[in-house]
């Protein structure tokens, strides 16, 4: 069968191809960066890859009229102020290309919609159910709440919250009750239902065999970790006060912070589980499944993460736009040097960030990331997906990378802080040699005012990094400077 595929880059969408590719379909994956899409190797040939933009209806003339099943996993939440509109008009955009097509069903990932009381993201939720459910194909609607799995959104911040606070004075919200379920039941039902008729033009709720408050869940995870935490709810903390709270001790960014507090005040428990018995799917508990994503990042096979996702960062933009690096009307530092011993210093790249740190004067980094998080930036907490690889559309703390060719031995980084301007810092080497080039654009006198004062601070840290990469700690730097014309 052929199966349309949308958010081939998103979390879950990644872990889907491999398992439909595995069973035999031909798989049409949408995307709207193809420079963001790294599959792995044992799918890249099996494969078909259609580069569009859902909020773009001219885009989507180029969806192959023949596939006989799609999904639909885009999602919008907190990427704008407007997200609810997106989403819309996407879904209509979608709809009207898919009923050219010969489309049998479509299945869409939505959230738990059953309170009466339904926050901005589920409204939009169900707003995009309602346009798709208009089709001339059947649609399968999987409503799910909290996912459980490495890299999952809900994983790492549960995770940051318990790893890092012995002692929560938290929300009142704590106290919502939910319905967890692993990332493994959720691929699990979402293959379940393609072409299976009893799921034609019908939603399910889905979640595992418990049902937890946002406490017991903190609580549970740290259990596993074998923690001791102590939590104290409060009713004193605004929803603003409760977004700062999370977005400062979470690697969130402060636009989804607030969209998640927005629906934590929601109950997202599943009204019935029928789906997991049509299916004859046995749920992994809370626990099992915190213990499986352990197992993941322990091998450092984690498949993807909410944080490459563009959400993460500050803005929404295409690789393209930006992989070349502009000359006119920028600064640039720029430091060589020779290489002791090459293939070290590769591995050394292709490290940096993360928990490994930026090698030299790692303080200071730090201080720029909390400084970041202070005026409403990434920050470092983002950290990195995998510990020694990296790939176009990662996030590497506040980097978003947008291109790394370990054999080339070039890796290119634009930056995702809060800048009066544009950043990118390239790392290449070449006959024998490293070159490192931070390039900033200023915007406007603050930007250029901006430049001048770091640029004590960057000459220090850059120096310090390129002799850390190199090896080499008993030779100048070849270093010179280019002001922005």
């Not at 890299?151 to 919502?176: C, H, N, Y």
């Amino acid at each position: 069968m052929k199966i349309l595929l949308t958010g081939a880059t998103g979390y879950i969408g990644k872990r889907l191809l491999p398992v439909l590719v595995d069973q035999g379909h031909v798989v049409v994956c949408s995307v709207r960066d193809k420079n963001k899409f790294h599959p792995e190797r044992s799918v890249r040939d099996k494969i078909q890859i259609i580069e569009n933009d859902l909020t773009k209806k001219e885009s989507l003339d180029n969806i192959p009229k023949d596939i006989d099943f799609a999904y639909y996993l885009v999602h919008s939440m907190a990427a704008t102020k407007k997200y609810e509109e997106l989403e819309k008009q996407s879904a209509i955009n979608f709809r009207e290309a898919l009923n050219k097509t010969n489309v049998r069903q479509v299945i869409y990932l939505s959230g738990i919609v059953n309170s009466q009381t339904l926050s901005r993201h589920l409204k939009s939720r169900k707003n995009v159910e309602t346009e798709l459910a208009k089709g001339t194909y059947s649609l399968t609607t999987v409503r799910a709440g909290i996912i459980i799995g490495s890299g999952s959104a809900s994983f790492e911040i549960i995770r940051d919250l318990v790893e890092k606070l012995p002692v929560m004075i938290a929300p009142q919200w704590l106290k919502t009750k939910c319905q967890p379920i692993g990332i493994t039941d959720v691929i699990k039902i979402l293959t379940g239902v393609l072409n299976n008729k009893k799921t034609f033009n019908k939603s399910f709720d889905i979640g595992g065999d418990e049902v937890l408050t946002y406490k017991e869940m903190l609580l549970q995870f740290a259990s596993v970790r074998g923690l001791k935490r102590y939590i104290r709810t409060v009713p004193v903390m605004t929803p603003r006060l409760s977004s700062y709270w999370l977005y400062f001790v979470t690697s969130t960014s402060y636009k989804l912070a607030t969209s998640l507090v927005d629906s934590m005040k929601v109950e997202v428990v599943a009204s019935d589980n029928e789906i997991l018995e049509l299916l004859g799917i046995k749920p992994l508990s809370y626990k099992e499944s915190i213990q499986r994503a352990f197992k993941k990042i322990e091998q450092n096979s984690i498949v993807s993460s909410w944080k490459d996702s563009t959400v993460s960062g500050r803005l929404e933009y295409k690789i393209s736009d930006y992989i070349k690096v502009p000359e006119f009307g920028c600064f640039k530092d720029i430091q060589r040097r020779d290489i002791e011993h090459i293939p070290s210093c590769k591995n050394k790249i292709w490290r940096i960030g993360g928990e490994t740190g930026w090698y030299y004067a790692n303080w200071l980094w730090e201080v720029r990331g909390f400084l970041d998080k202070v005026f409403g930036g990434v920050g470092l907490r983002r950290g990195r997906t995998n510990p020694v690889n990296i790939q176009a559309g990662d996030t590497l703390d506040f980097w978003r990378v947008l291109y790394a060719d370990k054999e080339e031995g070039r890796l290119l980084l634009f930056a995702e802080m809060k800048l009066p301007g544009e950043a990118w810092l390239e790392f290449q080497i070449e006959d024998g040699y490293l070159v490192q080039t931070a390039t900033f654009r200023p915007k406007g006198l603050l930007g250029r005012l901006y430049w001048l004062s770091v640029f004590p601070f960057h000459r220090f840290i850059f120096r310090g990094l390129i002799t850390e990469l190199t090896g080499k700690d008993n030779r100048e730097v070849e270093h010179s400077v280019k002001a922005g014309v």
